[in-house]
């Protein structure tokens, strides 16, 4: 990338699998309003059309994969789109990269599918430096939880893209990607007062994900225990990775992580429709978080 990546950014499943003529328009506004990345992610499916639909739709906004599944794409063909979306949009596109979970890629393919994760990335690495326009380390992030994983985000890309994670935990991706790699940290955010209503937004939206052994295990890694992750998750783990509330306290939430050595902070806002474009949200939110 030409420009280190920082300020706060959007992550949005529906900038990728809603309507394109809408997500177009939404990604204009989004960066007309200050915020200086747009992240999608990628479960299925073309990723590369959704990334030239927001590319288009903007001049100066970061447009990132949070993440491209290693297990979905080649790296000859993730090589060659990256060169060629680069070519029509500028030095734009920040590809994250990420080797999935077990459940999914067993369920798409076959039992026993998924192996030795952190060999695979590598390899997958390998095979972008190959490409006949290798896709160079300083336009991809790993998204990496673990030690291991970390190492090769610090030795083998610009840096990393920590999904579902608490301010001590972008502390310690920092710690492991060194002074120097780029930390970009999803946060989760609800935008609600009301704690109830709240909790149960976040609950809906981490039900997916409390199952999955490479998150759970890295909440245990801080502290959490089975019974914080039972039953919807405890409010203790809700409250932790979801932030909720107004404007000021969902900032005050984004400052602990660039206090916790963040360089970017993309915001997930959440509602009671998963699918839907949250615009009023990212408009309320923009004067506290793009300033």
């Known amino acids: 990338m030409t420009i280190r990546l920082s300020g706060t950014g959007i992550w949005s499943g529906a900038l990728r699998y809603g309507d394109a003529g809408e997500a177009a328009q939404r990604a204009t506004e989004l960066e007309e309003l200050g915020y200086t990345a747009l992240w999608i992610p990628d479960i299925g499916g073309d990723v590369f059309g959704p990334l030239a639909n927001l590319l288009g739709a903007t001049s100066t906004a970061t447009v990132a994969t949070g993440i491209l599944n290693v297990w979905m794409h080649s790296p000859e063909e993730t090589a060659a ?8 949009h500028g030095p734009r596109f920040l590809c994250g990269l990420g080797i999935s979970h077990r459940p999914l890629i067993d ?11 952190l060999a695979t990335m590598s390899a997958y690495l390998d095979g972008l430096d190959a490409a006949p326009v290798p896709l160079a380390e300083e336009d991809r992030v790993l998204a990496a939880l673990g030690p291991k994983m970390l190492e090769l985000a610090r030795t083998r890309g610009a840096g990393t893209h920590p999904y579902l994670v608490t301010p001590e935990l972008t502390a310690r991706a920092r710690a492991g990607i060194g002074p120097d790699g780029l930390v970009a940290v999803e946060q989760g955010v609800v935008l609600e007062t009301d704690q109830d209503r709240a909790r149960a937004t976040a609950r809906l939206h981490l039900k997916t994900y409390l199952g999955l052994p490479n998150y759970s295990n890295n909440w245990k890694r801080q502290g959490f225990t089975d019974d914080d992750l039972a039953d919807g998750g405890s409010d203790r783990l809700v409250d932790a990775l979801v932030v909720w509330g107004d ?15 963040a360089d970017h902070v993309c ?7 998963p699918g839907a474009l949250p615009a009023e949200q990212w408009r309320a939110l923009a004067p506290a978080l793009t300033a």
């Not at 369920?107 to 994760?117: D, M, R």
């Not at 404007?247 to 050595?261: K, L, P, S, V």
């Not at 915001?267 to 429709?273: H, M, P, W």
């Open 81 to 88: 789109q990256h060169a060629a979306l680069t070519a029509d």
């Open 107 to 117: 369920h798409l393919n076959s039992p026993g599918a998924y192996q030795k994760p």
């Open 247 to 261: 404007e000021a306290t969902i900032a005050a939430r984004i400052q602990e992580h660039r206090d916790a050595g």
């Open 267 to 273: 915001i997930q806002v959440l509602t009671d429709d």
